[in-house]
Each structure stands twice: as structure tokens, then as C-alpha cells.
């Protein structure tokens, strides 16, 4: 699988898991809403600035995300490894927005605790079949 079929089989994903490293050293995942937007090697995510992940990734960039589809035999998944951005700029904010947001940022997409994380790709690995691609993002 190559760099585009990886980001086509994310972008189809309903559910992400994002890895961060917590106080202690410690990988913690939780699972996401589907990305936001996928451009090239950056993957974004809206969330809660207040929440612990953030602190997380404001402490520690090194982040892991992973995708997967399960069917009745086949099962694909795919790891991607890289760096975590915590994006508050206003012009980021308003480029991810979606109208349905504001049901959880009750002041809007200047809500303070609505921010964007901006994924940066560095590593896949990608499997199916028993089998495992490895490839440089």
C-alpha cells in the first residue's frame, strides 16, 4: 500500500485512536471522531483545549494515531507515527469548524476551549492479511 491508498482508507475511517505520552511516560489512546481534514501528511482533529490529551501533547509532540477496518474475514489497520501540534490560531479554528460544533463550544469557533490538533505523519505501518507494509511519510 502506498502513501495515497493509506490516506484514502483514513479518510473512510469513522473512528480514529490517538496515542499520547502522559506525565508518568506512559502511552494513553482514546478514541476520536473522524479527522477533519486530511492534507498530505497532516491529519487534523477538533478537541477540548482543556482536556488532557492537550496537556499531553503541549508536554510531549510524539504522537501515534491509528486507523482500522474490521470486516467478516478481512481486517486492515494502519499505524501512523509523528509529531502533534496544538493548533488555537483562530484562522486553523475557523478552517476545521464544522455548524454542528457549536452544539459542544457553546460560544462558537472562538469558544476558548475548541482547538484543532494538527497531526504530522512521519511513519506507517500499515496491515493486512497477515502481512505488514512499513513505509516513510
Not at 7 to 25: C, D, P, V, Y
Not at 58 to 82: D, H, M, P, W
Not at 111 to 132: M, T
Request: net charge positive; hydrophobic share 35%.
Amino acid at each position: 500500500m502506498d502513501k495515497t491508498q493509506i490516506f484514502k482508507f483514513i479518510s473512510k475511517q469513522k473512528t480514529a485512536f490517538i496515542a499520547s505520552i502522559n506525565e508518568q511516560g506512559y502511552p494513553v489512546i482514546r478514541a476520536l471522531l473522524a479527522p477533519r481534514k486530511i492534507d498530505g501528511n497532516e491529519i487534523y482533529f477538533s478537541t477540548n483545549t482543556t482536556s488532557n490529551k492537550v496537556k499531553q501533547f503541549l508536554s510531549n509532540e510524539n504522537a501515534c494515531v491509528y486507523f482500522y477496518k474490521r470486516g467478516k474475514i478481512k481486517y486492515q489497520g494502519v499505524t501512523i507515527t509523528g509529531k502533534m501540534q496544538v493548533c488555537t490560531d483562530q484562522a486553523t479554528k475557523d478552517e476545521i469548524w464544522h455548524f454542528g460544533d457549536k452544539f459542544i463550544y457553546k460560544q462558537g469557533v472562538t469558544d476558548p476551549d475548541y482547538c484543532v490538533l494538527k497531526f504530522k505523519g512521519e511513519k506507517a505501518e500499515y496491515y493486512c492479511d497477515l502481512k505488514i507494509e512499513t513505509l516513510e511519510l
